[in-house]
């Protein structure tokens, strides 16, 4: 199973961007979908996630600018990002989960967001 993340980029204040992670690999059965990011400087945490009855879960720092989906046929997990500050600055990593494909990372996607 690999994880190819995207969509990363620089964006002004105010601004929006789409990430994806696509999961290769048969069959991997993915219970846990989820979005994590990591500033300069600062520990790895915590943003979004959605899991297999589609219950979605967000940080309290992005919710309701930031939002979760997926597409199961293809096994992809997006992050839509809207009003976007400077402290959204970070790599951003997706994660899946699944019984069959164990606790698996993406390479992480670079977000800037500056004027």
């Known amino acids: 199973v690999q994880l190819q993340a995207s969509g990363g980029g620089l964006v002004q204040p105010g601004g929006s961007l789409r990430l994806s992670c696509a999961v290769s690999?048969?069959?991997?059965?993915?219970?846990?979908m989820g979005w994590y990011r990591q500033a300069p400087g600062k520990q790895r945490e915590f943003v979004a996630s959605?899991?297999?009855?589609?219950?979605?879960n967000y940080a309290e720092s992005v919710q309701g600018r930031f939002s979760i989906s997926r597409n199961i046929r293809i096994n992809t997990v997006y992050l839509q990002m809207d009003r976007l500050k400077p402290e959204d600055t970070a790599v951003y990593y997706c994660?899946?989960?699944?019984?069959?494909?164990?606790?698996?990372w993406g390479q992480g996607t670079l977000v800037t967001v500056s004027s």
């Open positions: 959605i899991i297999s009855n589609g219950l979605t």
């Open positions: 994660n899946v989960r699944g019984a069959r494909i164990g606790d698996k």
């Open positions: 690999g048969r069959n991997p059965n993915i219970a846990y």
